[in-house]
């Protein structure tokens, strides 16, 4: 099992520039969540998925940023304009939401810094 | 406010000591789930317990669900433990997302 999998590991991008992040939950995973971690603000949710449906995206600025889960095995994160105050790392997890209990693991982020 | 509050902030131990981590939050939680990231590092799931009290290896959790409190309990801490552990809550049965308190920065002297 190589856990969830999130590339790339570091992205560069210069103000205005599109950035997109991918996920590979773990195979067997009906969950995939998206979050967003800074020093200042912490770990923050972004959205999920059930079943590659968009389940809620209450965390996600409306403006420029989409996800999207086309099948069981991927979801991207894009970031349209990309700005300074975007910059942070995001980490993407998955879970088996099994009832009665499940629980998140996570991937080992990508770490966006926009200049 | 903030819904997930973990105390302390920091922790300063001696090898061998034994540490107490806390996490209140402001609803009832659904589910609760312990994390550790070493520095730069990933999240690692710990223990997922939404009530009652589990145990692995050098780690106990215990959950008062009325009383919205989570414990972490690390036995005879070794210097690889340093690092932050953060409690994670559902509020809603079935919610999906994880709402994380600040975490405690453990560091663990030899």
């Known amino acids: 099992n190589a856990g969830v999998i999130q590339t790339p590991r570091h992205k560069v991008t210069g103000k205005g520039q599109e950035a997109t992040l991918w996920c590979e939950p773990i195979?067997?995973?009906?969950?995939v969540f998206w979050y967003r971690q800074t020093i200042v603000q912490g770990l923050e949710f972004l959205t999920y998925?059930?079943?590659?449906?968009?389940?809620?995206d209450s965390g996600m600025p409306k403006e420029r940023f989409s996800a999207q889960m086309p099948n069981q095995s991927h979801s991207t994160l894009k970031i349209q304009s990309t700005q300074p105050q975007d910059s942070a790392v995001y980490l993407c997890?998955?879970?088996?939401?099994?009832?009665?209990?499940?629980?998140?693991?996570f991937g080992p982020g990508t770490r966006l810094t926009v200049l | 406010g903030q819904q997930v509050q973990q105390s302390p902030a920091s922790l300063v131990l001696q090898e061998g000591e034994n540490a107490e981590l806390q996490c209140n939050f402001s609803?009832?939680?659904?589910?609760l789930q312990w994390f550790y990231q070493s520095p730069g590092g990933s999240l690692v799931s710990l223990l997922s317990?939404?009530?009652g009290t589990k145990h692995t290896g050098r780690l106990t959790s215990t959950t008062v669900t009325k009383e919205r409190r989570s414990s972490l309990h690390i036995s005879s801490s070794q210097t690889t433990d340093s690092g932050t552990y953060l409690c994670?809550?559902?509020?809603?049965?079935?919610?999906?997302?994880?709402?994380f308190g600040q975490g405690t920065k453990l560091s663990i002297k030899p």
């Open positions: 994670a809550i559902e509020m809603n049965y079935n919610q999906g997302k994880l709402i």
């Open positions: 998925f059930r079943n590659q449906a968009p389940i809620d």
């Open positions: 195979s067997g995973h009906s969950a």
């Open positions: 317990n939404p009530s």
């Open positions: 609803s009832t939680a659904t589910q």
């Open positions: 997890a998955s879970s088996s939401w099994d009832w009665g209990g499940y629980e998140q693991y």
